[in-house]
């Protein structure tokens, strides 16, 4: 029914959620961000998700991705509106979960993202989520416009380039209340190129 919110768990969902390295190895969510954490604060403390990887391969962290989705009970003059006012009941978000593969991540541009160890327990991202959510998005103007106006390679390497700078960043600059979780997260006055 159009308009119905509910939280929906896959029925052979474990309690270790693996990822292994690959396109297609993806865990989603769907809703608004609040429909997400209430998802993680619920069912997430039972789930722990990791990364699997092959022997011969160094540990990846994982990386949570938020993107924006496209509502389709949003009439014509909240679609509008919501180009001056933020509606969070109407706003629905897509949260992918994965391994961290820096070619294939410099190539997305997610709203948010944030770096966590593999194997966490999804009950205790939640804060961090939230608090992450709570920032200023992830790329700043001045980086969108430097990227519109170069060529593929050229923005594909810039991307690149920030992406480590601010993995750099976070890894250096940033005590998180939950450093036992998460990794690194991007902070609100980081400098970019």
């Given at each position: 029914?159009?308009?119905?919110?509910?939280?929906?768990?896959?029925?052979?969902?474990?309690?270790?959620?693996?990822?292994?390295?690959?396109?297609?190895?993806?865990?989603?969510?769907?809703?608004?961000?609040?429909?997400?954490?209430?998802?993680?604060?619920?069912?997430?403390?039972?789930?722990?998700?990791?990364?699997?990887?092959?022997?011969?391969?160094?540990?990846?962290?994982?990386?949570?991705?938020?993107?924006?989705?496209?509502?389709?009970?949003?009439?014509?003059?909240?679609?509008?509106?919501?180009?001056?006012?933020?509606?969070?009941?109407?706003?629905?978000?897509?949260?992918?979960?994965?391994?961290?593969?820096?070619?294939?991540?410099?190539?997305?541009?997610?709203?948010?993202?944030?770096?966590?160890?593999?194997?966490?327990?999804?009950?205790?991202?939640?804060?961090?989520l939230e608090k992450k959510w709570?920032?200023?998005?992830?790329?700043?103007?001045?980086?969108?416009?430097?990227?519109?106006?170069?060529?593929?390679?050229?923005?594909?390497?810039?991307?690149?380039?920030?992406?480590?700078?601010?993995?750099?960043?976070?890894?250096?600059?940033?005590?998180?209340?939950?450093?036992?979780?998460?990794?690194k997260v991007p902070t609100e006055?980081?400098?970019?190129?």
């Amino acid at each position: 029914m159009p308009g119905e919110r509910r939280i929906v768990t896959p029925p052979m969902l474990g309690e270790k959620i693996s990822l292994s390295l690959g396109h297609t190895s993806t865990f989603v969510f769907l809703g608004t961000k609040a429909e997400i954490l209430e998802w993680f604060r619920t069912v997430g403390p039972t789930k722990t998700i990791q990364a699997t990887v092959f022997n011969n391969r160094p540990p990846l962290d994982l990386v949570f991705d938020l993107f924006q989705v496209t509502n389709p009970d949003m009439t014509w003059t909240q679609y509008y509106q919501s180009f001056y006012r933020s509606d969070p009941t109407l706003e629905r978000y897509r949260l992918e979960i994965r391994p961290e593969q820096p070619k294939i991540d410099s190539e997305l541009e997610p709203l948010y993202r944030m770096y966590a160890k593999s194997g966490v327990c999804l009950g205790d991202m939640a804060d961090a989520l939230e608090k992450k959510w709570s920032q200023p998005p992830v790329k700043s103007y001045l980086d969108m416009a430097k990227e519109m106006f170069m060529e593929r390679e050229e923005a594909t390497d810039h991307a690149q380039e920030v992406a480590a700078e601010t993995k750099k960043i976070d890894e250096q600059e940033h005590d998180v209340e939950l450093e036992d979780v998460v990794v690194k997260v991007p902070t609100e006055n980081s400098s970019r190129p």
